[in-house]
Structures are given as structure tokens and as C-alpha cells.
Nanobody
Framework: QVQLVESGGGLVQAGGSLRLSCAAS????????MGWFRQAPGKEREFAAL????????YYADSVKGRFTISRDNAKNTVYLQMSSLKPEDTAVYYC?????????????????WGQGTQVTVSS
């Protein structure tokens, strides 16, 4: 089992940048594919990005591609989401999640472990 704690959220102006962190504890961090999801007010939680166990493969939702970068540091048991060129529609609670199985799934149901979320608000 792994425990996840996100940090780094906050208020930023449109066009700005923010870096989210997700610290893991418990089982070996490199056993997990890591994902970032987000949930805007009144909307369902949606996939944003994922990274494989050793950080060599990444995948992004079309809505964030080219603006967000996911990375991980297995020595620090941490996954990051660097967000740039932020838009008001990026406003959401951002969650990191861990998946222990194979394959790079993007559905919530395929991730067993979740953090508590961190709020990102982008003002226009």
C-alpha cells in the first residue's frame, strides 16, 4: 500500500506557472505508475497525465498537452506536475494517484491509491 500527499497548489494568474508535488510513502514508489487527475467544480474527475515507473514514458490529456509536464524522482519518492501557460479552465482540485498493475490506463477506476488533492485556482 502507498500513501500520497499532494502540495503546491494555490492561486495564480492566467498565463502563469505552478508546480505540484506528490510525496509517497509506504511501499516502494518505483513499483507504481503515477497519474495526475483533476476535478473542476461541478464536473467529473478527469485524467491529466501519467508517467511510467522509471520516468521514461509519459502520456497527457489533450487539454494539457504541451503545457503540463509530469516527472518523477524515485530517490525522493515524489512525482511532479509542472503546469505552465495556465488558463482559468485549469482551475480544479488536482489529485495524484498510483497504479500497481501493468499498462498505462487513464481511467480513475484503474488507480487504487489517491491523495487528498490540492486546489489550483487560475484567475483571468
Amino acid at each position: 500500500q502507498v500513501q500520497l500527499v499532494e502540495s503546491g497548489g494555490g492561486l495564480v494568474q492566467a498565463g502563469g506557472s505552478l508546480r505540484l508535488s506528490c510525496a509517497a510513502s509506504g511501499r516502494t514508489f518505483s513499483d507504481y505508475i503515477m497519474g495526475w487527475f483533476r476535478q473542476a467544480p461541478g464536473k467529473e474527475r478527469e485524467f491529466a497525465a501519467l508517467i511510467n515507473r522509471i520516468g521514461t514514458i509519459t502520456y497527457y490529456a489533450d487539454s494539457v498537452k504541451g503545457r503540463f509536464t509530469i516527472s518523477r524522482d524515485n530517490a525522493k519518492n515524489t512525482v511532479y506536475l509542472q503546469m505552465s501557460s495556465l488558463k482559468p479552465e485549469d482551475t480544479a482540485v488536482y489529485y495524484c494517484a498510483a497504479r500497481s498493475g501493468p499498462y498505462y490506463y487513464t481511467a480513475q477506476k484503474d488507480y487504487a491509491y489517491w491523495g487528498q488533492g490540492t486546489q489550483v485556482t487560475v484567475s483571468s
